[in-house]
């Protein structure tokens, strides 16, 4: 093997291993928190953002002072669509600094909500793991809709 061959080589098992790390720390930091510290971050000041649809949030979310329903999908006959306006609906009620905590369901729709709002600027956002699913499995405070007979 030449020199000439003997350097691609070394340069290019030098880009497999070490370019994406560089990449990698391009994308934003996504911190997950358990429910119950998200309940202790919610009474302390923290705002929620609930990204379910208002279909689901009105059958039950959790019960804290600074909760706000923006969905990040809409249900459509198509299937699920994302929710064009996210983005600008959040910056309607909040800046780039309050301190925000995104859930949803189950955990996967506040992922990618709290990725978005990270990419856009926001700088204190938090994903609640488990969603409502794991804040009612923890018996934590819930407002339910009155079911009218």
Known sequence: MGITS????????????????FCISELPQIVTIDVHAASHLLRSGHSYIDVRTKEEFNKGHVDVDNCFNIPYFFITSQGRVKNPEFLKQVSLVFNKD?????????????IYATTDLLESGFKHVSNMGGGYVSWVEN???????KQEL
């Open 98 to 110: 309050d301190h925000i905590i995104v859930g949803c369901q189950s955990g996967v729709r506040s």
């Open 139 to 145: 018996e934590l405070s819930i407002k339910e809709s």
């Open 6 to 21: 003997l350097y691609f080589s070394s340069f290019f098992i030098f880009c497999l291993l070490f370019l994406p790390l």
